[in-house]
């Protein structure tokens, strides 16, 4: 497990550069999620660490598997200085842990919601997980395990989490490229969704 996370962190600080700050949280029950904060000018990024140390689990098998199954890290870019969004590394880490806790395979597509502002005053509570392979190359492990994924976090406000419901992810993702929404904006408004 330590030397899967050794690798991981490698390969942030390799896309990412140096990390300049880092947080721990443990839930009861799980291994320990760190967040890990980078600043690229005027983006803050946020990955977590510590998500891929166990490979995700069918909720539904009898026994989870301890080498097979998909992995991945969580990685947020927001523009910094107009929010207090260093808040949101809790928020991070609940959803790292969430794989744990819950028994959720966390894979493109999904929603996944913290019920509450991922910062002090965000219009978001949820976030959409985008395809990986663009900031942070995939890492590929050892045979049979399979390689970490960072996946990218979207935030979503309340509106666009429901009308994702009913339309998919893929439309979305579609609305906000049509309409030049800027994701990483963490004061924005919801995409128009007539």
């Known amino acids: 497990m330590g030397e899967i996370l050794a690798l991981v962190?490698?390969?942030?600080?390799t896309a990412l550069g140096e990390p300049d700050a880092r947080a721990a949280v443990t839930f009861l029950g799980t291994d320990r999620?760190?967040?890990?904060?980078?600043?690229?000018?005027?983006?803050?990024?946020?990955?977590?660490l510590g998500m891929s140390a166990q490979p995700m689990a069918d909720p539904t098998a009898?026994?989870?598997?301890?080498?097979?199954?998909p992995r991945a890290e969580l990685v947020l870019s927001v523009r910094?200085?107009?929010?207090?969004t260093d808040k949101v590394l809790r928020g991070l880490a609940v959803l790292a842990a969430s794989p744990q806790v819950e028994g959720l395979i966390v894979a493109p597509g999904a929603s996944l919601d913290l019920g509450e502002p991922l910062w002090p005053g965000a219009p978001f509570s949820s976030v959409l997980v985008a395809e990986s392979g663009g900031l942070v190359e995939d890492l590929e492990l050892d045979e049979p395990m399979e390689p970490v994924r960072f996946l990218p976090l979207l935030p979503m406000t309340h509106n666009e989490a429901a009308w994702k419901r009913v339309r998919g992810a893929q439309e979305l993702q579609e609305r906000?490229?049509?309409?030049?929404?800027?994701?990483?904006?963490p004061l924005r408004t919801s995409v128009a969704l007539d």
């Open 9 to 13: 962190e490698a390969r942030l600080r």
């Open 33 to 48: 999620i760190e967040v890990l904060r980078f600043v690229d000018g005027d983006v803050v990024r946020y990955a977590t």
């Open 176 to 185: 906000w490229l049509s309409h030049g929404t800027d994701l990483r904006d």
């Open 80 to 84: 910094a200085g107009l929010a207090d």
């Open 62 to 69: 009898a026994l989870a598997d301890p080498v097979k199954g």
